[in-house]
């Protein structure tokens, strides 16, 4: 087992039966990304938590590997909940350290969450926990560490709402008849 772990840049400690993962364990994966719970036959199963390098949390009871009732709560210590979801929606763009804390004057509002921004590379957005290449797909950490691959949704949702790395025209472009 511990060589497969090897093999993929992961890591375990905690209990083992029948050379299997099984028990309570930390998994690590190379993202860095840390599952602390209990695990049965190699999988996460019972209660767990996923902590992620930029600070936020999943907790779930698992069955088989698939969470089947979580919680996810923010870096910023805001809780997701999906009824009632208040948070940055298309009526109230605020963000959490707004509605908790307060509004800037005008002409000095929060463009991120966490003041100072990160300064955006040329070509990538800054997706909210890292840098995104419209190009590749792929979200890195604010560290330029590996985060995950963005789907269809998620990638059109980027594209549309957040902030560029690059100034472009976007004021009216009037209709050519050809």
């Known amino acids: 087992m511990d060589d497969i772990l090897e093999y ?3 890591s375990y400690e905690g209990d083992y039966r029948n050379g299997r993962l099984e028990g309570t364990g930390t998994y690590t994966f190379p993202t860095e990304t840390r599952y602390e719970g209990e695990m ?3 999988m996460f199963h019972g209660q767990g938590s996923l902590f992620f390098p930029n600070g936020s949390c999943y907790e779930a009871r698992w069955e088989n590997g698939i969470a089947v009732e979580g919680k996810y709560t923010f870096a910023d210590g805001l809780v997701f909940e ?3 979801w208040k948070y940055c929606d298309g009526y109230d763009r605020r963000f959490y350290t707004e509605i908790t804390g307060n509004l800037r004057p005008a002409g000095h509002e929060s463009l991120v969450n966490n003041e100072p921004r990160h300064e955006i590379p040329q070509g990538y957005y800054d997706c909210g926990d890292g840098f995104y290449n419209p190009k590749t797909r792929v979200v890195v950490d604010y560290n330029l560490k590996f985060l995950r691959n963005a789907d269809e949704d998620e990638h059109n949702w980027i594209i549309k709402t957040c ?9 009216f472009t009037p209709k050519v008849n050809a």
């Open 8 to 10: 993929t840049g992961s």
């Open 40 to 42: 049965k036959d190699g």
């Open 82 to 84: 999906e009824e009632d």
């Open 163 to 171: 902030l560029k790395g690059w100034d472009e025209y976007i004021g």
